[in-house]
């Protein structure tokens, strides 16, 4: 268990930053985006019910940067994006209007074209739009091909989703959704999908060595091609006391007095003339 926290409700989406060593999820019961490293520690709370209302689907462009979601919200359901810090400047809608979306499930990229995907289990419909949400094409609709499509994936030539009717999980061509076919029948139920290859998890970002100088959460942000520009956020955990540096908006770690940060696990540790004392 990698963590296991109070306050958790309804976990719909998991994330994996390789180059931080960042988990991200989805909340919906909280109606939160939240990140914690690898190993459990220093899990922060990123974006709140300010900006979800029913968030589902979460993928992460450590490359650029940005991560995207989509939200079913009753009113206003949509594809969002933001900076992987959750700059509040960078939140955006880039996907909405019912004709486009409207009960949005899974979510993913390809890196090679540089487009998002995702499911639409009301539209019956599965598309396609460049990262900033123009040039959306639909691919496969109808409920003959797509009656609840769920989760979603990509690797090279080929997309992969789930169907909850269906109860199965298929494949097709990304650029056309021609030659569907079933790759694993009598499956119930698929609310994720991971596919792993070489191209979208080989790249290095300025988090990628040495936690990219962050005591705690190194998280990046667009730019990353000039590693010298700590094209990164230094953050903290939810719990940890912390000042800003006004220059560079990174989050200082700080021990309360009589504790001190521990250099090899950056947890705040009694300073040893405390202990003396007692």
Request: net charge neutral; hydrophobic share 30%; proline share 5%.
């Amino acid at each position: 268990v990698v963590a296991q926290y109070h306050h958790m409700v309804r976990v719909e989406s998991l994330a994996f930053d390789w180059t931080g060593g960042n988990l991200y999820w989805i909340d919906s019961g909280n109606k939160a985006i939240e990140v914690v490293r690898k190993d459990g520690n220093y899990r922060r709370e990123l974006i709140n019910s300010t900006h979800l209302d029913k968030p589902r689907g979460l993928v992460l462009d450590p490359h650029y940067g940005y991560m995207y979601w989509t939200d079913w919200s009753n009113s206003n359901p949509r594809i969002m994006k933001s900076t992987m810090d959750a700059n509040e400047s960078t939140i955006q809608t880039i996907i909405n209007g019912k004709d486009n979306v409207y009960w949005p499930n899974g979510i993913t990229i390809d890196h090679r074209s540089m487009r998002i995907y995702w499911t639409d289990a009301h539209l019956d419909r599965i598309s396609s739009a460049n990262l900033d949400g123009s040039d959306i094409k639909p691919l496969i609709q109808g409920t003959y091909f797509a009656p609840h499509p769920y989760a979603i994936g990509i690797y090279k030539d080929k997309i992969y989703w789930s169907d909850w009717l269906k109860r199965g999980i298929f494949s097709a061509d990304k650029r056309t959704g021609h030659g569907i076919i079933e790759v694993k029948a009598n499956i119930t139920d698929v609310m994720d999908l991971k596919i792993l290859d070489y191209l979208s998890q080989h790249e290095v970002t300025a988090c990628s060595s040495s936690n990219g100088g962050c005591s705690q959460l190194c998280l990046p942000k667009p730019g990353i091609f000039d590693l010298t520009k700590k094209n990164r956020t230094c953050k903290c955990g939810e719990m940890m006391p912390r000042s800003i540096n006004p220059d560079s908006g990174d989050e200082r770690c700080t021990c309360p007095p009589g504790e001190s940060l521990d250099k090899t696990n950056y947890f705040c540790v009694k300073d040893a003339r405390s202990e003396e004392r007692r």
